[in-house]
């Protein structure tokens, strides 16, 4: 049975970096749709262009956009020992859609993890990243102009600035939060304290996974 893992949580809790390294570790691809947006916007496709206006004013891409990405992406066999998604589900609509998509492709249960930062560190966070403008590598606000892993330029990203941030966590906390009640009576629910050094973080998402992953093997079910 595959290890269909997706990581909820506010913007700048950490998802991402993690998804990445939790990806590393069970060789299992991370699909990330703010990726996959930002790729789609340097290729120039129109669907990603349209959605560019929304994603630089912090708000959401519309759920039938973001579920055609989701459906494509699933859909290639990379996804056959299971995925990492990062992003998505943002809407308890998405998350509905996601739940079918998972039946239709005879996949199952997934592994929802809710990465939890108090809000008040969210914003220092967000404001204060760095992105390489070549690798993608995260970095903070004290690393310098170049990245340390590729000595690409670091960057801002356009959504990144306090006055977007502050409206992404608004978005969050309107439209996201729900998801986790809408997951949290799932025997495969679990959350993770996402306020501590990264490797601890790390650590403590390598146990939950495989302990949700034994629970929702013996359960059996698309839960
Ligand atoms: P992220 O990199 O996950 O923070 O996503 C960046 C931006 O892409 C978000 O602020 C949204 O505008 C858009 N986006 C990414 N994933 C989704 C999604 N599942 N639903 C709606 N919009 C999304």
Redesign the pocket.
């Known amino acids: 049975m595959g290890l269909n893992i997706i990581m909820l949580g506010a913007?700048g809790a950490g998802k991402?970096t993690q998804a990445d390294v939790l990806a590393g570790k069970r060789g299992l691809p991370k699909i990330?749709?703010?990726?996959i947006?930002r790729q789609g916007i340097k290729d120039q496709l129109p669907v990603a262009l349209v959605?560019k206006a929304?994603?630089d004013r912090?708000?959401?891409?519309d759920?039938d956009t973001?579920i055609a990405i989701v459906r494509e992406r699933l859909s290639r066999p990379d996804v056959n020992a299971g995925f990492i998604l990062?992003?998505?589900?943002?809407?308890v609509d998405?998350a509905r859609a996601l739940d079918r998509l998972i039946d239709e492709l005879g996949k199952g249960p997934l592994l929802v993890i809710d990465l939890v930062v108090p809000e008040e560190d969210l914003v220092r966070r967000l404001a204060g990243r760095r992105i390489c403008s070549k690798c993608g590598e995260n970095a903070g606000p004290d690393d310098g102009p170049a990245c340390r892993r590729c000595g690409g330029e670091l960057t801002q990203r356009p959504?990144d600035r306090e006055e977007v941030v502050r409206e992404?966590l608004n978005v969050y906390v309107r439209s996201t939060k729900p998801l986790v009640d809408f997951y949290r009576a799932r025997p495969t629910f679990r959350t993770v304290n996402g306020a501590q050094a990264p490797d601890l973080v790390a650590r403590e998402l390598d146990v939950t996974i495989d302990d949700a992953a034994s629970v929702g093997s013996r359960a059996g079910m698309g839960a």
Request: charged share 30%; hydrophobic share 30%; proline share 8%.
């Open positions: 913007p991402g990330s749709t703010g990726d947006l959605a929304k994603m912090g708000e959401l891409v759920d973001m990062d992003g998505f589900p943002r809407t998405q959504d992404r």
